[in-house]
């Protein structure tokens, strides 16, 4: 395994970051196997990986608390753990969003089901139209002071956003983001016309979720079906989204990128990631030992100029639409 540093950061990751939202019982397609669960874990720290993401609403908890037992036998500073807040945990009107009351009761209830002391990277899970951007900023400056958490970040929001979030840090003195959880892969490359060039030029970490698009990328899906034969697909819009001739043609490359480097799809387009400068740490998902070996393999492969040029030919970055995506 390689390291990076975190954006700006002094704080070394590996560049693979093992995503557990997989880890609980709450949807068909989650996992489900705690023991399985704990595997992939331990698996993946020995073999290198000392960055893990979960969230609170992961299964209402459930995901933090596999975490929590996992981690437990190992040394927890060479572990980064990063989890998130925003979304509802339980019914009522004070148990979702970014006020300082919600975010204050959930990263306790974080560190209870972690089994830590502090969160390496507490992240806003999605931008609150409700609460003030001070009133968020200031509880996590506080959480900070507290030694709860070690750094700060955001996922998934439009640029002008991350924008203000920022500016309102610096003008406030409050701590910044240090990075951003965006949607981006081979076929998702909207972040390019939206949050990745304030990322690069205010020295953010890019951690991008869903590096496989709901499992596109890895191949496994063919274009004459026009719905998809896995179970998990059948119930999963996102999946079946990807669907359209603008991705078919991307994944026509990587498969031949694939077959020329005598890898899988699925390392191709991790592979690529990798080789964007504005990227730290892709979140992978893995279900089993397997799917965990053949992405940490992608590190080993170094894409050419043409290689990378004949991936992205397919597909123009834009930023969506408002009504039409």
């Not at 331990?42 to 209402?60: E, K, P, V």
């Not at 981690?71 to 927890?76: A, S, T």
């Not at 900023?137 to 030694?147: E, N, T, V």
């Not at 949607?183 to 496989?212: F, K």
Request: with cysteine; proline share 4%; glycine share 8%.
């Amino acid at each position: 395994m390689m390291y990076t540093q975190l954006g700006s950061t002094g704080l070394e990751v590996s560049q693979l970051c093992l995503g557990c939202m997989n880890f609980g019982t709450e949807r068909e397609w989650m996992m489900g196997d705690r023991d399985a669960s704990i595997d992939i874990i331990n698996h993946a720290i020995d073999h290198g990986i000392n960055f893990l993401d979960t969230a609170n609403m992961y299964s209402q908890g459930e995901s933090e608390r596999i975490v929590g037992e996992a981690i437990g036998e190992y040394d927890r500073e060479e572990l980064v753990i990063a989890t998130k807040v925003f979304f509802p945990m339980g019914d009522g009107p004070n148990k979702q969003g970014l006020s300082r009351k919600h975010i204050l009761d959930q990263v306790e209830g974080s560190l209870e089901r972690l089994g830590t002391e502090y969160i390496d990277l507490y992240q806003i899970h999605r931008w609150d139209e409700q609460t003030p951007i001070e009133e968020s900023l200031s509880a996590l400056q506080y959480l900070i002071d507290m030694g709860k958490v070690r750094y700060i970040g955001a996922s998934t929001m439009a640029g002008w956003q991350l924008s203000k979030a920022l500016y309102t840090a610096d003008l406030d003195g409050y701590e910044r983001f240090t990075c951003i959880q965006p949607e981006y892969n081979l076929i998702d490359r909207h972040e390019e016309a939206n949050a990745l060039p304030i990322c690069a030029e205010e020295g953010l970490a890019v951690i991008p979720w869903s590096p496989l698009a709901g499992g596109f990328l890895t191949g496994k899906y063919e274009r004459e079906e026009s719905i998809p034969t896995n179970t998990r697909a059948k119930t999963d819009e996102y999946t079946e989204n990807r669907f359209t001739e603008e991705n078919w043609d991307v994944l026509d490359v990587v498969r031949e990128v694939a077959d020329e480097r005598n890898a899988t799809p699925a390392q191709i387009s991790l592979a690529w990631l990798l080789h964007k400068d504005v990227v730290d740490a892709p979140i992978i998902g893995p279900r089993s030992l397997d799917h965990l070996a053949e992405n940490m393999d992608a590190i080993t492969i170094t894409l050419t100029d043409d290689e990378i040029a004949r991936l992205e030919e397919p597909i123009f970055p834009q930023w969506p639409v408002k009504g039409k995506n």
